[in-house]
Nanobody, 114 residues
Framework: QVQLVESGGGLVQPGGSLRLSCAASGSISRIYAMGWYRQAPGKQRDLVAM???????NYEDSVKGRFTISRDNAKTTVYLQMNSLKPEDTAVYYCKAEAVRVFWGQGTQVTVSS
């Protein structure tokens, strides 16, 4: 089992920044990728960014150049630095860990509004 705890969401004005954190615990040695998805009201949950155990990253096109995914040296915490935020970035952001199976965090709300 893997447990994921997210933090860092909130309300920010357009153009502002937020950093999300996702701390993993449990069977972390089996995790081969971690990342972030988001789900806006009435829409499906979509990929934002992922990072593999060997450091490869993948970003959704609309966040390239604005968001950066990273992790700590112990590979137990993944971060999502979000800059130049736009109202369309408003969503619940979910942390995802891929191991023997997929694990999800509880989600954290990000609201971009003036």
């Amino acid at each position: 089992q893997v447990q994921l705890v997210e933090s860092g969401g909130g309300l920010v004005q357009p153009g502002g920044s937020l950093r999300l954190s996702c701390a993993a615990s449990g069977s972390i040695s089996r995790i081969y990728a971690m990342g972030w998805y988001r789900q806006a009201p009435g829409k499906q949950r979509d990929l934002v960014a992922m990072i593999t155990s060997d450091g490869m990253t993948n970003y959704e096109d609309s966040v390239k150049g604005r968001f950066t995914i990273s992790r700590d040296n112990a590979k137990t915490t993944v971060y999502l630095q979000m800059n130049s935020l736009k109202p369309e970035d408003t969503a619940v952001y979910y942390c995802k860990a891929e191991a023997v199976r997929v694990f999800w965090g509880q989600g954290t709300q990000v609201t971009v509004s003036s």
